[in-house]
T-cell receptor, first 111, second 115 residues
Framework: GEDVEQSLFLSVREGDSSVINCTYT??????LYWYKQEPGAGLQLLTY?????DMKQDQRLTVLLNKKDKHLSLRIADTQTGDSAIYFC???????????FGKGTRLSVIA | DADVTQTPRNRITKTGKRIMLECSQT?????MYWYRQDPGLGLRLIYY???????NKGEISDGYSVSRQAQAKFSLSLESAIPNQTALYFC??????????????FGPGTRLLVL
């Protein structure tokens, strides 16, 4: 089946930029998503990108998509302690199957 | 008010007991999902439903059953709970008619402990 891979941990200093990476195998992916899970909470949609785009920016968040390499990244500028969470990458293809999620990257922000 | 609610939020039960986790949504979405989350394993899909009366198995359906009684409600049952079903359970919804992919919206989760 289709697969989404992420590294499990990332640690950055407050004020630095964070880059969380994701690779996927489904060449027919149409939408790719980033979700954030804060401690004790459910998953919250952060942003998504359509597969015909290569970049999307939303305030401190920048999503880059390299469709040829099936690589997605999430950059968080000026990372704050409130950004500490687990970040999940997910992909969708035709809409007839559920989203496929990665295992999540735990971001720790050091003050 | 939350769009996707789950009850109970926390539950402790004993091995062999039958329990039900409930999910309700006010988003008017047609599709609903149940996931479990375990440390280091991410989210794993248990069951999903694309409409009332439509039920599909996910990655780890053994030991679980579901019921989609109405568009807004999707319940998950553990017929005979076992300790390795201790996990955090999430319900999610999506709208196939939204035209923006299959963005899923999650409930707050139910923390289940099976002793």
């Amino acid at each position: 089946g289709e697969d989404v891979e992420q590294s499990l941990f990332l640690s950055v200093r407050e004020g630095d930029s964070s880059v969380i990476n994701c690779t996927y195998t489904d060449s027919s992916s149409t939408y790719l998503y980033w979700y954030k899970q804060e401690p004790g909470a459910g998953l919250q949609l952060l942003t998504y990108i359509f597969s015909n785009m290569d970049m999307k920016q939303d305030q401190r968040l920048t999503v880059l998509l390299n469709k040829k390499d099936k690589h997605l990244s999430l950059r968080i500028a000026d990372t704050q302690t409130g950004d500490s969470a687990i970040y999940f990458c997910a992909e969708s293809n035709s809409g007839n199957t559920p989203l496929v999620f990665g295992k999540g990257t735990r971001l720790s922000v050091i003050a | 008010d939350a769009d996707v609610t789950q009850t109970p939020r926390n539950r402790i039960t004993k091995t062999g007991k039958r329990i039900m986790l409930e999910c309700s949504q006010t988003k008017g979405h047609d599709r609903m999902y149940w996931y479990r989350q375990d440390p280091g394993l991410g989210l794993r899909l248990i069951y999903y439903s694309f409409d009332v009366k439509d039920i599909n198995k996910g990655e780890i359906s053994d030991g679980y059953s579901v019921s989609r009684q109405a568009q807004a409600k999707f319940s998950l049952s553990l017929e005979s709970a076992i300790p390795n079903q201790t996990a955090l359970y999430f319900c999610a919804t999506s709208d196939s008619r939204g035209g923006g992919g299959e963005t899923q919206y999650f409930g707050p989760g139910t923390r289940l402990l099976v002793l």
